[in-house]
């Protein structure tokens, strides 16, 4: 697949750009969640395709395992990363276990010197008006 030369070296501007990497990146059929993470240089750069590392069942959702996630970026040389998952519904909508999660895993980031730039949800390409995707850094922010 060309994808790798494709994202590698590029400058992340928006949550919109990750979650088109994270897209490309989920199977045609989601009929299970899988998590990634995106690891990224401490300037946003993208250092390697998105890494999955985690697939749920079609009867319930993936792992989402801090020390599998750490452990993948930190071996791509990540100082920055954002993690992702879909939603086989089609509805991005975050659960409280989504925020609880995201806070989770940006104190576990800062703890061992990487930075938590964003956890997004991925959705049915028309949900969250159009966008597509959850972007829990600006949820939070908000």
């Given at each position: 697949?060309?994808?790798?030369?494709?994202?590698?070296?590029?400058?992340?501007?928006?949550p919109?750009?990750?979650?088109?990497?994270?897209?490309?990146?989920?199977?045609?059929?989601?009929?299970?969640?899988?998590?990634?993470?995106?690891?990224?240089?401490?300037?946003?750069?993208?250092?390697?395709?998105?890494?999955?590392?985690?697939?749920?069942?079609?009867?319930?959702?993936?792992?989402?395992?801090?020390?599998?996630i750490?452990?993948?970026?930190?071996?791509?040389?990540?100082?920055?990363i954002?993690?992702?998952?879909?939603?086989p519904?089609?509805?991005p909508?975050?659960?409280?276990?989504?925020?609880?999660?995201?806070?989770?895993?940006k104190?576990?980031?800062?703890?061992?010197?990487?930075?938590?730039?964003?956890?997004?949800?991925?959705?049915?390409?028309?949900?969250?008006?159009?966008?597509?995707?959850?972007?829990?850094?600006?949820?939070?922010a908000?």
């Amino acid at each position: 697949m060309q994808m790798e030369n494709t994202v590698v070296g590029i400058s992340l501007q928006t949550p919109a750009e990750a979650a088109a990497m994270i897209r490309a990146a989920l199977p045609k059929e989601q009929k299970e969640e899988s998590v990634f993470v995106l690891p990224l240089d401490a300037h946003g750069k993208v250092l390697a395709k998105p890494i999955l590392v985690s697939v749920g069942h079609e009867d319930g959702t993936a792992a989402i395992d801090a020390g599998v996630i750490f452990r993948e970026a930190l071996k791509a040389g990540a100082e920055e990363i954002i993690v992702a998952h879909n939603h086989p519904s089609g509805d991005p909508t975050p659960s409280k276990a989504d925020y609880d999660t995201t806070g989770k895993l940006k104190a576990g980031a800062n703890l061992i010197g990487l930075e938590l730039i964003d956890h997004l949800i991925i959705g049915a390409p028309e949900s969250a008006s159009g966008l597509g995707f959850v972007s829990m850094a600006e949820l939070m922010a908000e």
